[in-house]
């Protein structure tokens, strides 16, 4: 069964540094996730991307975050320098299509900033 | 805006018992409506949607969930439970028009108990 890829699973960073969490989609899905998930709480929507741009963010998408397809197979999320509150699970997901159609979810990256 | 309400943080129950994870929302126009589990250490798993048509939807490893307009409710139900049951519950929730993300609830803890 396809499914959608995550790596690493778990990256630890120092404050300020730059990180890239980089995920696979499922290769015939055409819609774009991030979330993240901070211990203990609710999952958060971060961006939506399709058909090569941002098509919605979430106020905790600042100019920290950036979000790119480099080779049509790959989808990032780089996070230009780390805040100790950036710690969270990171959530990958893709979609068919969007609104009635579910969205699969990648086993996420645990990102720790120290 | 959308919101999903959970109010329960945890549910126990015994093996073999039916079990209800309760679930409200709040969107402008029509809901698409979706339940994922999170086994420990794991993504998100789909486990049902509501989209339309019958209001009773039946999903995966026997789950299935009731969406009431009127409550603007859409519990989760199995009339059995395993133990292996044992994981976080999300709710969501997504607008029926445009590429809107989807929208979680904060999670409901399910323990099932031999």
């Known amino acids: 069964e396809p499914e959608v890829t995550q790596t690493p699973s778990h990256q630890v960073t120092q404050m300020g540094q730059e990180v890239i969490l980089r995920c696979v989609p499922i290769?015939?899905?055409?819609?774009f996730y991030w979330y993240r998930q901070i211990l203990g709480q609710k999952v958060e929507f971060l961006v939506s991307?399709?058909?090569?741009?941002?098509?919605?963010k979430s106020e905790i998408f600042d100019d920290q975050f950036s979000v790119e397809r480099p080779d049509g197979s790959n989808f990032t999320l780089k996070i230009r320098s780390t805040k100790l509150e950036d710690s969270a699970m990171y959530f990958c997901?893709?979609?068919?299509?969007?609104?009635?159609?579910?969205?699969?979810f990648g086993q996420g990256t645990r990102l720790t900033v120290v | 805006a959308q919101s999903v309400a959970q109010p329960e943080d945890q549910v126990n129950v015994a093996e073999g018992n039916p079990l209800t994870v309760k679930c409200t929302y709040s969107?402008?126009?029509?809901?698409?409506l979706f339940w994922y589990v999170q086994y420990p250490n794991r993504g998100l798993q789909f486990l049902l949607k509501?989209?339309?048509?019958?209001?009773l939807v039946k999903g995966s490893y026997g789950f299935e969930a009731e969406f009431n307009k009127s409550q603007t409710s859409f519990h989760l139900k199995k009339p059995s439970a395993l133990v292996s049951d044992s994981a976080l519950y999300f709710c969501?929730?997504?607008?029926?028009?445009?590429?809107?993300?989807?929208?979680f609830g904060k999670g409901t803890r399910l323990s099932v108990i031999a």
């Open positions: 290769s015939n899905h055409l819609y």
């Open positions: 991307f399709y058909n090569n741009e941002i098509s919605e």
């Open positions: 997901a893709s979609s068919v299509r969007t609104e009635n159609t579910e969205a699969f």
């Open positions: 509501y989209i339309t048509g019958d209001n």
């Open positions: 969501a929730v997504r607008r029926n028009s445009g590429n809107t993300p989807l929208v």
């Open positions: 969107v402008s126009g029509n809901p698409y």
